[in-house]
C-alpha cells in the first residue's frame, strides 16, 4: 500500500545499477526477436530449473522477465536475432519446454523492450491464492478458436465469461460475456465457481487477454467438476489476429486492454465506457493518477484530464502539493480514508 515508500526506496537503490545495464544494452545494436510463451508443467525444481535456463540464455544474450514455479513457466524476453535458432533448438531440447508455442512480437519497438535477464523463482505463474494441492493446474480445458468463440456467443446453450479484472472488461469485451466485478485473478477464481454454479450443464467459454489466465482457471473449473469447459486459446490478442487474417465477425466490443505503455489496444471503432470523473464522456483511455500515494487507473476524457491535470480528483492534485515527509505521513491511510470508492461504483453503474 505504501507506494511512495516504495517508489523513493526504489530511487535509491536501483537507479545507478539500472542505468549502466540501460546503456550497455543501448551499447548493443544487434537486432532482437521479442518473444513470449508460458506452459503448465509440472518443475520438480524450479531452482535448478532457473540455473538452467540462466547459464543458456545468459550465454547468448538474451534480456527478460521469466517467472518459473513448481507449476510452470512465463516467460518475456528477447533473444539476439542472430542466436535465435541457437536458443530455439535449446530450448526445444529441453523436456518441460519441447514444442511450447511462442508468441513472437510482429513489430520491433525502437527502443529494447527490457535492459537485463531476470529469471525468479516465484510460488506461482500466476498469482491465484489457491492451495490446494490435489489441484493441477496442468489439466487445462479444450481450446476455442476464433470462429468456435463466434458460434458459442450465438448459442443459448452457452455462457460466455471474462476471466479478467472488471477495469480490463470494462473498455472491451465480448458481447454476452458475463463480466465479474472483481479487482484481481484471485477474487476471479472464487467467484466464477458460484456464478456458473446455474450454469453448470451449459457449455462454458472462458477468454481473457493472452491465453495464460484460462489455462488455469478452465483446469480448476474442471477441478471443480465442471465437465464442459473450453476457453479461447491465445486470448483476446490471438481473436483479433484471427478474426483479421479469416475475415470472420468481430464479436469483442471496444479495446483490448494490455499491460503495455498504450494500455490498451483497440480492436473495433467503438467506444463502450464511460470516463470515471465526469462519468458523461465516453473514454477507453486509462490513467494512472499523478498523485503517487494514490496512483489509481482511471479511465479519463480529454477534458477531465486536462481540467485535473493527470490526477483522478481535486483532492489529490491538492494532496502532491504537499510537503514529501506530509505526504509519507498521511500515505497510509490516504487511499483507506480518502481516496473513495467513486471509481469502483462508476464502473459498476456502466454495466
Ligand atoms: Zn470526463
Ligand atoms: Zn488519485
Known amino acids: 500500500m505504501s507506494t511512495v515508500t516504495r517508489s523513493i526506496e526504489n ?72 542466436n535465435w535458432e541457437e536458443f530455439d533448438n535449446w530450448v526445444q531440447a529441453q523436456t518441460e519446454l519441447k514444442g511450447v508455442p511462442y508468441k513472437i512480437a510482429v513489430e520491433e519497438g525502437s527502443a529494447p523492450s527490457f535492459y537485463k535477464l531476470t529469471i525468479k523463482v516465484r510460488p506461482k505463474i500466476v498469482a491465484d491464492g489457491l492451495d490446494d494441492t490435489t489441484f493441477d493446474p496442468s489439466a487445462t480445458g479444450e481450446y476455442l478458436n476464433a470462429k468456435e468463440m463466434n458460434e458459442y456467443i450465438d448459442d443459448p446453450n452457452a455462457v460466455v465469461i471474462d476471466m479478467r479484472n472488471a477495469y480490463e472488461s470494462e473498455i472491451g469485451h465480448f458481447e454476452k460475456a458475463i463480466r465479474p466485478d472483481v479487482d484481481t485473478f484471485r477474487e476471479e477464481l472464487q467467484l466464477v465457481p458460484k456464478l456458473l454454479a446455474a450454469h453448470k450443464d451449459k457449455k462454458i467459454a472462458l477468454y481473457c487477454t ?58 473495433g471503432d467503438e467506444v463502450i465506457s464511460h470516463c470515471h470523473l465526469c462519468q458523461k464522456n465516453k473514454s477507453d483511455v486509462h490513467h494512472h493518477c499523478q498523485n503517487q500515494v494514490c496512483h489509481i487507473l482511471f479511465l479519463g476524457c480529454e477534458a477531465c484530464v486536462s481540467k485535473y491535470d493527470g490526477y483522478c480528483s481535486q483532492r489529490c492534485r491538492l494532496f502532491d502539493k504537499l510537503p514529501l515527509a506530509t505526504k509519507k505521513f498521511y500515505a497510509r491511510y490516504y487511499n483507506q480514508y480518502f481516496r473513495g470508492s467513486q471509481f469502483k461504483k462508476a464502473r459498476l453503474n456502466k454495466s
Not at 21 to 33: C, E, F, I, M, Y
Not at 49 to 68: K, M, N
Not at 227 to 245: M, W
Open 210 to 267: 493472452g491465453g495464460i489466465r484460462c489455462e488455469k482457471a478452465s483446469a480448476w473449473l474442471k477441478h471443480q467438476g465442471y465437465k464442459n469447459v473450453k476457453h479461447l486459446k491465445g486470448g483476446v490478442i490471438d481473436y483479433k489476429h484471427q478474426v483479421e487474417r479469416q475475415g470472420l465477425p468481430n464479436r469483442f466490443r471496444g479495446k483490448n486492454f494490455v499491460f503495455d505503455e498504450r494500455l490498451g489496444e483497440r480492436i
Open 11 to 82: 530511487k535509491n537503490t536501483e537507479n545507478i545499477s539500472r542505468e549502466e545495464k540501460r546503456r550497455r544494452v543501448l551499447a548493443d545494436s544487434r537486432p532482437r526477436t521479442t518473444v513470449s510463451f508460458y506452459r503448465y508443467v509440472k518443475i520438480p525444481d524450479p531452482a535448478a530449473f532457473r540455473l538452467r535456463l540462466l547459464s543458456c540464455w545468459s550465454r547468448l544474450g538474451c534480456l527478460g522477465r521469466i517467472y518459473v514455479a513448481g507449476e510452470g513457466i512465463n516467460a518475456q524476453m528477447n533473444v539476439p536475432t542472430e
